[in-house]
Every structure is written in structure tokens, then in C-alpha cells.
């Protein structure tokens, strides 16, 4: 399950972005990080909206691989 | 035929070509013509980056030249594409600054080949919002295009320039991409109309890319017509873009005078008339009256269909440009930078489930169409914004104009379906509804528009600022 972001998800939210800034190897401005904060909350919702629908097992991903 | 004069601002690529054809106007005196226009308005509509008028010139003239150029349905008809098209000899820069450092590119793209191989003339190239993440047409290293319409408002985007010129009159035809909504949202705004087909179903070869899994490219026209040419023209097999589709051109044009009779037409309810502006739905009124369309259907779980899409769309946005960002984020767009920034931060498992979703979704919209041949929907919440304007209220609350000026076009292009947006021309803006067709059925959304068009429900208003 992708939680959904909330108040007490800020500071974890602050972290994460540090962290994967970091082991992705992006830059990030100390003046960006808030506009980085607001595009991956609303990323993570929409992204939380898709997973609380239960799909059988089966249901494959769209795109797949042709030899 | 009517007479085409050879002032050929409003003309259709239709008359153009006829006219051309039939000796009344050379190809030549339509480019000059045209490159004037360009030279005259492209300071208000900023719709253009680059004006190729070196090789349009010569290929008019070679059209002059041709002693056949009766075969040629678009025979000089001057055509721009929106700037991530290769045009042999410029850099392909997709409205980025970080890609003008590229080498020029050295063939045009697989559908501006076709388009002058069936006489069209390439006139240049269109702005459009940065690496195509974009709603508003708005571009920070070129500046707006402009709505010609009212140009202190948003042409929409991402391919903007396109809009601006067919709808300004700078030029017939135009090319763009839509990956969430980006030629249907500027043909709405514009009130022009578009075609986005069937994913797969034109080539996609040397074309920058956004969103591979989403990405489709289509035409802009200010008439039916135009648009089932020059899709006509761009039809057929292309092993350079490994997600054409492998069907046989099915022409469009010659199924036009069917029109709408024996069709089964809906209208979209639920999602696709919650936050809808009272201009949108009274279009979607306008259109669905007039094909007798009282029935309304469900398309099921939409609003989950356009969050799976702004995620697909957010993390392979961001797995495309993860390089640049790395090394060059300071020279994106701080709005798009920001929001690839955010996708490349987002989990895998995100992905795969909205991927899951998307298999999903499409076999539940794809039984829908037993029932039906076609669902309307609007194209934009709302008419153009102003530019600049960062929110707007939609079903009472307040959002930012951005990312949801595709609210109803992103489920649609989220599973390929084919989709004709028609412009509803109410005063003093116009605004589009979305004819959606069973996927490889574009000449079902094509016969609805054209008889829409017939019966002047729908039309391309001509600015009354630009008129002149």
C-alpha cells in the first residue's frame, strides 16, 4: 500500500526527498525543495488513489515486452 | 468550389490545394503569402521559433514545377509542427533551452516527410510548453503563445504555437503531440479543431519524446475536412517507431458524407460534467442535441484513470530527463524541473500498480463501446484562462490551472482512444468537446465532427481582433 501523505507525514516526507535527492544523485536547491515537497504530495495521492483499488492478482501491467 | 482568392489566410487546406491544383494560385504565391502573414502577426501570437521560408520557397517552386501535382491532396498547403518534430537543419528543441545546444537534426520526422510527399509545404517550426509538461502553452525561454482569441489569454498547451497559428490564421494545418490532452486542450482554447488518434496509429519517428507509453501525435485544421487529408496523408507502416501499430492505412476522407446516421452517440456523465464550466456544457449541450444524444453512459473509475495517468506521466517524464537533471537542472523550466524532480522520487511499485490500473480500465471503457459508437465529453473545464493565471475554482474548489486544464482528457488518451475535438464557437470565447471513438475508429469521431460542421454546430470563429 503507498500512504497517502498528511500532516503527520511531513517530516518523513522532508527526509525521503533528502534521501533519495541524495542516492539519485539530483541536485536540490534549498529553494526548490518546497515546490519538490507539493508535486510529490499530489504525485503520492494520486499514486495512493490507484492502489487502495483491489485488482485481481492476475491483471497485468499495460505495456509488455514483444520478442 | 468556391473560389479561392489569393489571399489565403482563411482558407481551408481543402481550397488551398484545389486552388493550387486547378492552376488558380501557384504554390509559390500561397507561401509568400503565408510567410508574410507569419512575419505580420507572429509579434502578437509568438506561435512560431523558427520560419524554415528558405526551403518552403523552394518547395513551392518545386510544385510549381510538377506536372502531376494533381495526385497531390495538399498541394501547396502550407503546414507548421510543433518544435519536437525534426526539420532537417535545426535543433529539435522540444521548448526546452537545454536542448538548443543539440545538433541540428538531419531528416525530418517520418510525418512531415508524408505530408509533403502529398504536397504540403513545411513553413516552420511551433512553440509549445517545456519537453511537453504543459497545459497552458506558457514557456518560459520563448514566451506564451498567444490565444487569437483574446491574446491575453492562454493558447493551452502543451502545443500552444500549434493552436495559436491554425487558429490565428498563420497556417491550415498543423501538427502537434498530446500525451495527456495537449492537442485537444489547444484546440478547445483556440477553437480549432484536432485529431489525436489511436495510439499507434501515426508514427511517432524522430520526434522528441515525453511520455513514450502515452505519447501519440495528430493534426490541427480549422476544418473536418483538413483534418481527415492530412491524417489520410500520414497513414501507413513505420518500423522506426517500435510502437506503430502494424495496420493497413484505413482513409478517413471518403467516409465523411456518412456522417452520424445509424450511430449510437452518448454523452459522458459523471466525471466529465462535475466541475464543467457553464460554457462547457452548454457546448456539450449544443453538440449532443444536435446528433440526438440523450443517452448518458459511465465511463467507470475516470478520476482513478487520470491519477494512474499523472503518474505514469510524472515517473517516465522524469526517467527520461534524469540525466538533465542531474547535470543541467538549473536550465529547465523551474516548473517542470520541479515536477520531474518529484517524479523520480516516486516508488516503483506506484508505477506498476497504475500500469495494472491501465489494463483494467481499458477493458472495462472498451465493453462500453458494445453499447455505443461514440461518447461526448468536453475538452477543457473551462475557456482560456488568462495568461499567467496560476488557480481556478472547478466544482467549487480551488486547483492549480497547470496540470488540470486536462482533467477530461487525460482518462481518454490514458487507454489510445481515437478522439476528434470539435470547437463550439460561443462568444467571446470559443471551447471544444471531445468526440470519442472505439480504438482504430477515428472515421466515426471524423463523420460525427464533419456533420457537426455541416449543420454549423461547430466551427472555427475567426478572431475578431485578427479578422482583417
Known amino acids: 500500500m503507498i500512504a497517502q501523505p498528511g500532516a503527520n507525514m511531513t517530516e518523513p516526507l522532508d527526509k525521503f526527498i533528502e534521501a533519495a535527492a541524495v542516492t539519485l544523485a539530483l541536485p536540490l536547491d534549498e529553494a526548490w525543495k518546497s515546490a ?28 509488455v515486452f514483444k520478442a | 468550389m468556391a473560389p479561392v482568392p489569393t489571399e489565403t489566410r482563411w482558407s481551408t487546406a481543402t481550397q488551398i490545394a484545389a486552388a493550387v491544383n486547378a492552376g488558380e494560385v501557384s504554390a509559390s504565391a500561397v507561401i509568400d503569402a503565408t510567410l508574410a502573414r507569419i512575419a505580420r502577426l507572429n509579434p502578437s501570437l509568438n506561435a512560431f521559433t523558427a520560419v524554415t521560408a528558405e526551403r518552403a520557397c523552394a518547395k513551392a517552386r518545386a510544385l510549381d514545377a510538377t506536372r502531376d501535382k494533381k495526385k497531390l491532396p495538399l498541394a501547396g498547403v502550407p503546414f507548421a509542427v510543433k518544435n519536437l518534430f525534426d526539420v532537417e537543419g535545426l535543433a529539435t528543441v522540444a521548448g526546452s533551452k537545454i536542448n538548443r545546444a543539440h545538433p541540428p537534426a538531419e531528416r525530418d520526422a517520418t510525418l512531415i516527410e508524408w505530408l509533403e510527399a502529398a504536397g504540403a509545404v513545411l513553413v516552420g517550426a511551433l512553440n509549445m510548453g517545456e519537453y511537453a509538461y504543459d497545459f497552458t502553452g506558457e514557456n518560459v525561454h520563448d514566451g506564451p503563445s498567444r490565444n487569437p482569441h483574446d491574446l491575453t489569454r492562454m493558447s493551452g498547451g502543451s502545443s500552444g504555437g500549434s493552436g495559436s497559428a491554425v487558429g490565428g490564421g498563420m497556417v491550415p494545418l498543423a501538427l502537434g503531440s498530446d500525451t495527456n490532452g495537449s492537442i485537444r486542450v489547444p484546440s478547445s482554447l483556440c477553437g480549432i479543431f484536432g485529431l489525436k488518434p489511436t495510439y499507434g496509429r501515426l508514427s511517432r519517428a524522430r520526434t522528441f519524446p515525453f511520455v513514450v507509453s502515452l505519447d501519440h501525435l495528430g493534426p490541427f485544421a480549422r476544418s473536418t475536412r483538413d483534418l481527415a487529408i492530412s491524417y489520410d496523408a500520414m497513414q501507413g507502416a513505420d518500423s522506426n517507431d517500435p510502437a506503430h501499430a502494424d495496420r493497413a492505412p484505413e482513409p478517413a476522407t471518403p467516409q465523411l458524407p456518412r456522417g452520424f446516421d445509424g450511430l449510437r452517440i452518448v454523452v459522458a456523465g459523471g466525471y466529465f460534467k462535475k466541475g464543467a464550466s457553464p460554457e462547457a ?6 453538440v449532443a442535441t444536435a446528433v440526438g444524444a440523450k443517452d448518458e453512459i459511465e465511463i467507470p473509475e475516470t478520476a482513478r484513470a487520470r491519477a494512474a495517468a499523472y503518474v505514469i506521466t510524472a515517473t517516465e517524464g522524469a526517467a527520461l530527463h534524469l540525466d538533465r537533471l542531474r547535470k543541467q537542472a538549473r536550465d529547465f523550466d523551474p516548473a517542470v524541473r520541479d515536477r520531474l524532480i518529484a ?6 511499485v506506484a508505477v506498476t500498480k497504475a500500469q495494472i490500473f491501465r489494463r483494467w480500465y481499458r477493458e472495462q471503457v472498451l465493453k462500453l463501446f458494445a453499447r455505443c459508437d461514440a461518447i461526448l465529453a468536453p475538452a477543457t473545464p473551462c475557456t482560456a484562462p488568462r495568461i499567467g493565471q496560476q488557480s481556478f475554482t472547478l466544482d467549487g474548489i480551488e486547483m492549480p490551472v497547470r496540470p488540470n486544464l486536462g482533467i477530461y482528457t487525460q482518462p481518454i488518451s490514458f487507454i489510445g482512444l481515437p478522439v476528434v475535438a470539435v470547437p463550439v464557437p460561443l462568444k467571446p470565447l470559443p471551447i471544444g468537446v471531445q468526440i470519442i471513438a472505439a480504438p482504430w475508429c477515428e472515421n466515426i469521431a471524423l463523420r460525427i465532427a464533419h ?5 454549423n454546430i461547430v466551427a472555427a470563429p475567426t478572431p475578431p481582433a485578427l479578422g482583417g
Open chain 1, 36 to 63: 519538490v515537497k507539493t508535486n510529490l504530495e499530489v504525485t503520492l495521492k494520486h499514486a495512493a488513489t490507484v492502489a487502495e483499488f483491489k485488482l485481481p492478482d492476475e491483471v497485468g501491467p499495460a505495456p
Open chain 2, 451 to 455: 456533420a457537426l460542421e455541416t449543420m
Open chain 2, 281 to 286: 456544457l452548454e457546448a456539450l449541450s449544443r
Open chain 2, 343 to 348: 517524479g523520480a522520487m516516486v516508488p516503483a
